[in-house]
DNA sequence: CTGAAAGCGCTTACAG
DNA sequence: CTGAAAGCGCTTACAG
């Protein structure tokens, strides 16, 4: 015997049904459901009485019926960062745009580089059965992960590994962008270079100064234990960080900014200074020609990370049974002017 | 009878149920759920039990069936116009923070300015079930959107009014940011200033040539055809149309740009004459204060637009039965020195 | 404190 | 061509 009372909360709003549908159009359940994803077997005739009630009642299938007795949601989601940072939107854009074409809606949120926020996020999206997850991590550690992935959840991480699990990840080379980016400075003539970048906790930040210290090393160059620093990338952090390499007796004469914010900051420190100094920044930014000196970057294409991340996860979901594989894209220098600049000899 | 074959797809790749957990730690089913959802009335044993069964099989709670039986869930819609446009990454993490104070996650996606991907877009969420939608609109006829409203989707407009229907809209002050821009020139001695703005089609870019127009009228200054030009925002457009007004016998002298893609192409040509000519822009930008001139700007707060919208969404969806209502946030003039140049009486 | 039955709105796997 | 029954994995509304 059906229930008659009211629920106590209205279930989306008292939507109509298939089977409100079928009462209508005086057919089955099942040849409204054939009418509705265009299933063939239905005469024109009883198409019609079934699109009619559909309007009159203002029928839209609920998906999230459909998607639990389908198995599958086609939805994927995306943890990243920061919903507001520029550099995350084109790569953003690129997951939607992949999804949209495999028919997937994109659910995203931020980490806010918290790990236990990056956890939180993951597992409630693996709980919405995301058909696959796509992770820019903030923490080092996705062992969290390991049960959901051997569930099924496609999981594939961007911009930095996982942490104690093996899964697809795709990265840009920042080792070797850094390494690049300090070399054209060394070509330019500068022999003090300093290097700010982001926590060591971040992969990133260490690969890029790997990639400093091999320019350096290569060149035969010592490296001061005052021209590294690495920290969060707070303006007031990297504008210290930056002011304290450029005083001193042997004060450095160009810097490599480890990612956009730090080179945003480390321009507005330049801009006071009363000599040129020298600057090279990993990641392009808007603008970077416009200023004066143009800024030299090592440019990352984060649209490509997206693409080529949810391209992978898409093989995944259909099935390909590949190891976990490391793609690695590369860089491209633009020089703009700063990082052209020879060593002011004061 | 139950069936035993193996199902056609892997279901969730075969995740275990509250029913496996039920089973094997050998209570019944709403026992289960009782712990899942820290639901009292369940012995310190009989919890032990239950959760030791959920680790052993590594049960997550499949909330795409939970939604399904409570009728909402915990979903909020985004549409906007490009997840990668750097003014809405503000907008979309605010509205991302408001839903996750409600414990609701966001699903969200581009419209590309097309009216037709706006409407596929907003219709495939509202059959996701999503609870609430918030709309930036690309097209002016959202008369599609009534029986999903009347069905009870909480849905708030922003940035741009809805078109056809009675909805809650959150928007800057277009208008009044414009008129008060064009003043600041006026101000600094300008008589003929152009306009560039965005396609007519576009609610934000006609209400701020009326506030061009407002400002040019109260000041009694005339308004020549040639210095009025709306249109698609590609560089190319902009560029040939600020170009055009700079040239002839009696060219402008200062530049009203109707959004910040219009700020950065004007600048960029800008910087090629070799005369100053003065600017301000609708909406801030990062860096604005860096170009040499700084680049005065009437700056919206896209973070307020997405908060205020987010809470509104919130009210709705809590039962309030308020009329639709049009919230309008106030602008900022922000002189950096681009639009306190004088005119160049060449 | 505990659990069996019914139901959310669809699709699947049949049978006619 | 058409539809009744069972089931997806949960929660609800009971009854014990």
């Not at 321009?267 to 200023?291: C, H, N, S, Y």
Request: aromatic share 4%.
């Amino acid at each position: 015997m059906p229930q008659n009372r009211q629920p106590s909360e209205p279930r989306y709003g008292n939507r109509p049904t298939m089977k409100d549908v079928a009462a209508r159009a005086g057919v089955g359940l099942k040849t409204v459901s054939r009418v509705v994803n265009g299933e063939p077997g239905v005469t024109p005739d009883t198409e019609r009485r079934v699109q009619d009630a559909i309007e009159a009642l203002g029928f839209r299938r609920n998906d999230s019926a459909r998607v639990l007795r389908k198995g599958r949601t086609a939805t994927v989601g995306l943890v990243l960062e920061d919903l507001a940072d520029p550099f995350y939107g084109p790569l953003n854009r690129a997951v939607e745009e992949v999804a949209r074409t495999h028919g997937a809606l994109l659910i995203n949120g931020s980490s806010a580089e918290d790990p236990d926020r990056e956890r939180e996020l993951a597992l409630a999206l693996c709980a919405r059965r995301v058909d696959g997850l796509i992770v820019i991590p903030a923490g080092d550690d996705h062992r969290y992960l390991e049960p959901e992935i051997r569930a099924g959840v496609a999981t594939v991480f961007v911009d930095r590994p996982a942490g104690g699990i093996e899964a697809d990840v795709v990265l840009s080379d920042s080792f070797g962008g850094a390494r690049d980016g300090v070399a054209h400075l060394i070509a330019a003539g500068h022999r003090r270079i300093g290097f700010i970048g982001d926590h060591p906790r971040i992969h990133t930040a260490t690969e890029r100064l790997r990639g400093y210290r091999e320019a350096m090393a290569l060149a035969g160059l010592p490296v001061a234990g005052s021209w590294v620093s690495l920290g969060a990338t707070a303006p007031e952090r990297v504008a210290a960080a930056a002011r304290a390499m450029l005083a001193g007796p042997e004060p450095i004469t160009a810097v490599f900014a480890g990612n956009n914010r730090v080179t945003v900051t480390v321009v507005r420190v330049l801009a006071a200074l009363p000599r040129p100094v020298a600057l090279v920044g990993f990641d392009d930014f808007e603008l970077a020609d416009l200023l004066r000196p143009g800024v030299t970057v090592i440019a990352q294409d984060p649209a490509a990370l997206g693409r080529v991340a949810t391209d992978r996860l898409f093989q995944r979901l259909s099935g390909t049974a590949l190891p976990p594989t490391r793609i690695v894209l590369p860089t491209r220098l633009i020089p703009r002017g700063s990082g052209e600049l020879p060593p002011h000899t004061g």
